[in-house]
């Protein structure tokens, strides 16, 4: 059990620590004229998360995993996410944010797997909501925040797709690709 909790420990602190640059960036941000969109949901996204790691850890301490030969699929999934994870945020740089920051005129990156797919990082984040729970077979978690993060993101997406068309030049650079599904044009 020390194997599947120090895995959960670390995924949190990797969490803990995005979440201090997403701070940082949002203040760099806001000191370039930039602001913050829907406020009012962010907490909502941040309870997902929180409740999620609770629930998966109360999970594998309740029924606790059995190691299975398949689990090594979803674990490779999720170290091929985390690698996915550090390039579309370091794709966008100081502009990566866990809040939905805006700054006025600013050119949108579409750069890394941002040349492919309009959402990268949701992409990860759903396949890591599901892969975690699947290598240590907390079916509950899984099922419950995949349709979670699916209500929460359908809001999300939409907030921040509008407020990025209102404000930069968005929809011109990837009003021909996909919001899940990678396509690509230069």
């Known amino acids: ?27 760099w941000i806001k000191e370039q004229g930039g602001y913050e969109v829907g406020k009012n949901h962010y907490k909502y996204l941040v309870l997902l998360h929180t409740l999620f790691f609770l629930s998966l850890i109360v999970e594998v301490t309740v029924h606790r995993p059995t190691f299975v030969a398949w689990a090594i699929i979803p674990f490779f999934i999720f170290l091929i996410a985390q690698l996915g994870r550090v390039w579309a945020l370091s794709s966008l740089g100081e502009f990566w944010n866990t809040r939905i920051m805006v700054l006025p005129g600013a050119k949108v990156i579409a750069k890394g797997p941002y040349r492919f797919i309009r959402h990268p990082n949701y992409v990860i984040v759903t396949t890591e909501i599901a892969m975690l729970p699947l290598i240590f077979q907390a079916y509950w978690t899984l099922i419950t925040f995949t349709i979670i993060n699916a209500i929460v993101l359908s809001v999300r997406i939409r907030t921040e797709e509008k407020a990025l068309k209102e404000a930069t030049n968005y929809e011109e650079v990837f009003e021909k690709r996909g919001r899940f599904i990678p396509s690509y044009e230069d």
């Open 1 to 27: 059990m020390f194997g599947v909790y120090l895995l959960i420990v670390i995924v949190i602190c990797q969490r803990i620590i995005e979440v201090i640059i997403a701070n940082k960036n949002a203040e």
